[in-house]
C-alpha cells in the first residue's frame, strides 16, 4: 500500500488567500484525522472523521478552517482567509477503527507558509 | 482533560548504549492507551511502541520497551543498543478507552524529545 498521501508537500501563500490541503487515506480505513503540529503548540488534533462523518472538531482553531471527507478516499482542509500564524506543518492520518490501541498510520505532512 | 508531559526537552546517547525517555499523563480514567511515536528529520511520524493500560505486562519491540507505572501515570521509553537511526524527536501520546465519547480517536501528544545519538 502506498500509505497516506498528502497533497502538496509544501505550500507557500499570502495572507487573505484559501488554501486547500488535501489527504488520500489508506485504503479499508475508516477512520480519517487532521493534526497541526507548531513549535508554540507541538502537535494537536484538529478534527477527525469516522465513516466519513466528522465526529470531533473541537481543536478546529475557528470558523476559517473547515474540513471535509465526501468519500471514503479523500478528505480536505481548507483555511479561508489564511493568517501568518496558520503556518505549521498539517499531517493526515488514518486507521482502520477510531480508537482503542489501533495504529494511526501518519503521511508525510504539509508545511503551510502564509507570508 | 488529560494531558501528557515530556519533562525531557533534550537527550543524547551514545551508539550502542542505553537511554530512557520519560513520560507522565494525567486522566481520571482507568482505560486508556498509550504511544510512542518518533519523527525523524523526515518529518513522518512512526508508531514505535504500544501500550495497553489494563495490560500489567510492559510492551517491547526489539530494541525499544516500556516502562508502565500505571499507578505513578508514568510511562516511559527504553532505547537499547541504541544506533545512529534512532536520532529523531520521540512523542509520547494517550488515547482514551471511553468509547462513548467524542474524543475516543483522539491522540493527545506530549511536546517531544530530541534524542541524538553519537557515534
Known amino acids: 500500500d502506498a500509505g497516506v498521501i498528502q497533497s502538496p508537500r509544501h505550500e507557500v501563500t499570502e495572507m487573505g488567500q484559501e488554501v486547500t490541503l488535501r489527504c488520500k487515506p489508506i485504503?479499508?480505513?475508516?477512520?480519517l484525522f487532521w493534526y497541526r503540529q507548531t513549535m508554540m503548540r507541538g502537535l494537536e488534533l484538529l478534527i477527525y472523521?469516522?465513516?466519513?462523518?466528522?465526529?470531533?472538531d473541537s481543536g478546529m482553531p475557528e470558523d476559517r478552517f473547515s474540513a471535509k471527507m465526501p468519500n471514503a478516499s479523500f478528505s480536505t482542509l481548507k483555511i479561508q482567509p489564511s493568517e501568518p500564524r496558520d503556518s505549521a506543518v498539517y499531517f493526515c492520518?488514518?486507521?482502520?477503527?477510531?480508537?482503542?490501541?489501533?495504529?494511526?498510520?501518519f503521511g508525510p505532512g504539509t508545511r503551510l507558509t502564509v507570508l | 482533560a488529560q494531558t501528557v508531559t515530556q519533562s525531557q526537552p533534550e537527550m543524547s546517547v551514545q551508539e550502542a548504549e542505553t537511554v530512557t525517555l520519560s513520560c507522565t499523563y494525567d486522566?481520571?480514567?482507568?482505560?486508556?492507551?498509550l504511544f510512542w511515536y518518533k519523527q525523524p528529520p523526515s518529518r513522518q511520524m512512526i508508531l514505535v511502541i504500544r501500550?495497553?493500560?489494563?495490560?500489567?505486562q510492559n510492551a517491547t519491540e526489539n530494541r525499544f520497551s516500556v516502562n508502565f507505572q500505571k499507578a505513578a501515570k508514568s510511562f516511559s521509553l527504553k532505547i537499547s543498543d541504541s544506533q545512529l537511526g534512532d536520532a529523531a524527536m520521540y512523542f509520547c501520546?494517550?488515547?482514551?478507552?471511553?468509547?462513548?465519547?467524542?474524543?475516543?480517536?483522539?491522540?493527545?501528544f506530549g511536546q517531544g524529545t530530541i534524542l541524538t545519538v553519537h557515534p
Open positions: 492520518a488514518s486507521s482502520q477503527t477510531s480508537g482503542g490501541a489501533d495504529e494511526q498510520f
Open positions: 485504503s479499508g480505513h475508516n477512520s
Open positions: 472523521f469516522n465513516n466519513n462523518v466528522p465526529i470531533d
Open positions: 486522566t481520571s480514567e482507568s482505560d486508556y492507551y
Open positions: 501500550q495497553e493500560a489494563y495490560k500489567q
Open positions: 501520546a494517550y488515547r482514551t478507552g471511553n468509547a462513548g465519547g467524542t474524543s475516543y480517536g483522539k491522540l493527545t
